[in-house]
């Protein structure tokens, strides 16, 4: 059971990834990102760390069309729109936290957390703002792309609510799989 939750869960991260893709005016059929999905899946497992699945991810996007650019980025804003659905579920989950949670630094490292995580998604959204200046180095323009495709993708509403919404939707997924193997052990 865990296993067929888990494998249908890269339905809703490969609609998502597909859905992020769209919004940076790329195209990908969603079979194909659910069969490259799956293949950063594998390399992920099969490599020492979870890079190498979107490393893979990334080169056959970019195989099957996409600029290096947009591949890149939409593997990154992926990475990265699954880490706000983290974060905006952290957030919403504080009153009961609170409950649990006894310890008063720990309550405040909640807090803080969410607080970076507005702060940092704020600079990446504001991040294109930069001026002309700073953009003579490669990484301040790769930096300036990448927020231009978060631009893109989190200030539209619909591709904002639909990757978010997919996002809650394989995380819940994924606790759902630990809760299933939990109990069967």
């Known amino acids: ?88 579920m952290t957030a919403m989950a504080l009153p009961w936290l609170k409950d649990l949670v006894i310890d008063s630094a720990v309550r405040w490292s909640f807090v803080l957390v969410l607080m970076a995580g507005v702060v940092g998604f704020t600079a990446l959204l504001i991040l294109s703002q930069l001026p002309e200046s700073f953009l003579r180095w490669k990484v301040v323009r790769a930096a300036v792309r990448l927020s231009e495709a978060a631009q893109k993708t989190l200030l539209n509403g619909g591709s904002s609510f639909v990757t978010l919404a997919l996002s809650v939707v394989v995380h819940i997924g994924v606790s759902l799989v630990v809760f299933i193997l939990a109990e069967a052990l």
Do not use: E
Request: hydrophobic share 55%; proline share 1%.
């Open 1 to 88: 059971v865990a296993t067929m939750v888990m494998f249908s869960l890269s339905f809703a991260h490969a609609a998502r990834w597909a859905t992020i893709i769209r919004a940076n005016g790329g195209h990908m059929g969603f079979m194909t990102s659910l069969k490259l999905v799956c293949v950063g899946y594998f390399f992920s497992q099969a490599l020492p760390s979870s890079v190498g699945g979107d490393a893979m991810r990334i080169w056959q996007a970019h195989r099957s069309g996409l600029s290096l650019g947009t591949a890149l980025n939409t593997v990154v804003l992926d990475r990265l729109i699954a880490l706000a659905a983290l974060l905006i």
